[in-house]
Structure formats: C-alpha cells, structure tokens
C-alpha cells in the first residue's frame, strides 16, 4: 500500500491552488468543475495535494465535520514541503498570503524548519532535505 492523496476540503478551490503556486510553487495537474464541487490536483512528486469544495464535504460527512479556521488554532496536521532553501521558501510564502508561525530555525539532526499557515488555516511546515 502506498500513500495517494492528500485531499484538504477548503470553501474556494480556484484561490487555494493560486496560493499555492504563488506561495510554495506547486503546479496545477488538474481542476474539474461539477454543478456541485471543484476537484484541483497539484504535481507534489510521488503523493497527490488536492483540494475539494466545502460543498463536497457536506454531501460526503452528512453528520458534520470541523472546516479549517484562520481565527482558530490549526487542526493537529500539517503539510510539509522539503525544500533546498527554507529561509527563502518562508519569505516567498509569507509574501504570498500564509501567516507566519515559526520562522525559520535549525532543529537536532542538522534540518532547518519554518512553519506557516495557509489562507484556509491549514498548518504547512517547510523543511530541509
């Protein structure tokens, strides 16, 4: 068995994706329209980000569920992107909209970390290799 899909239910699809190109440079693979949801697929390497409507999530988990919040602590998951150039991949993030967490610092082993959280309140952590 082998991860796929990383799906993140967020309330505007097309302005998630615009964010993350601009802010960690991911490339769009797919965007599909439905009368009743938006499907977004981003190229991550081997696993798959994506991104579907609030509106999905509503039809799929009938019995409720706790959408991501800016104004609230973020959800215990996170994101993480390995990048040659953490400080630089903060900056192009923070000027791209996502809310500074931590910045940049080296942890035991040698990594350098930074958190962020995106314009969904998703928590996104940027990492050494």
């Known amino acids: ?12 699809v097309i302005k998630t994706v615009e964010f993350y ?10 965007l599909k329209e ?28 009938p019995s409720g ?3 991501h919040d800016p104004a609230q602590p973020p959800a215990l998951m996170q994101l993480s992107f390995v990048t040659p150039d953490v400080g630089t991949a903060y900056m ?3 000027g791209a909209g996502a809310k ?9 082993g040698g990594q350098t970390v930074a958190r962020v959280r995106d314009l969904n309140g998703v928590l996104v952590s940027l990492v050494s290799a």
Do not use: C, H, Q
């Open 92 to 94: 192009k993030a923070i």
């Open 1 to 12: 068995m082998k991860l796929g899909y990383t799906i993140i239910w967020v309330n505007d």
């Open 100 to 108: 500074p967490l931590d910045a940049p610092k080296a942890i035991p």
């Open 21 to 30: 190109e601009k802010a960690f440079g991911l490339v769009r693979r797919t």
């Open 34 to 61: 439905t009368d009743k949801s938006i499907w977004a697929e981003m190229e991550t390497g081997e696993t798959t980000l994506a991104f579907s409507a609030t509106s999905e999530a509503e039809t799929l988990f």
């Open 65 to 67: 569920f706790r959408s």
